[in-house]
């Protein structure tokens, strides 16, 4: 079943997405300005920890394997600071193997998306993720004729 989703779901919202691969990098920005969101992107957790803590973002979308600072040092610093520590965060990893969800979730995360992501896929399944976190005020995807 096809998924309408509007195209300003993510209107007036600050994302900072934080990538290592161009290609990730590039799908996850191109699809959250398609979808109203400001982007803010990075290459490495350092970059992602500044601009976070600049912008103070509505949503942090992060790879873990980055020169420089990972992914796992980044959200420890995030959370270390009271003006970001409420942030939600959603990883992006390759790693996703058995009992990953539970480390990463250990860590902070929200939860996390596995990679390669798929661009006819990816605005769907982040927002069933997003769900789950009442403070965004997201409601799951509707399938056409539900």
């Known amino acids: 079943m096809l998924t309408r989703i509007s195209r300003d779901v993510f209107q007036n919202w600050d994302i900072v997405v934080v990538d290592d691969d161009p290609a990730s990098?590039?799908?996850?920005?191109?699809?959250?300005k398609h979808y109203g969101?400001?982007?803010?992107?990075?290459?490495?957790?350092?970059?992602?920890?500044?601009?976070?803590?600049?912008?103070?973002?509505?949503?942090?979308?992060?790879?873990?394997?980055?020169?420089v600072m990972d992914g796992w040092q980044m959200i420890a610093r995030l959370k270390e600071q009271p003006e970001t520590r409420h942030i939600p965060i959603i990883a992006l990893t390759a790693h996703a193997m058995l009992g990953d969800r539970e480390r990463i979730i250990a860590a902070g995360f929200h939860n996390y998306m596995s990679k390669p992501l798929a661009p006819s896929t990816f605005i769907p399944e982040l927002l069933r993720l997003l769900a789950e976190i009442p403070e965004l005020g997201i409601t799951k995807p509707k399938s056409e004729g539900q």
């Open 37 to 67: 969101a400001r982007v803010h992107s990075a290459t490495n957790g350092q970059e992602g920890l500044d601009k976070a803590t600049a912008v103070r973002p509505r949503l942090i979308l992060s790879d873990m394997s980055m020169p």
């Open 25 to 32: 990098l590039d799908i996850v920005s191109i699809l959250m």
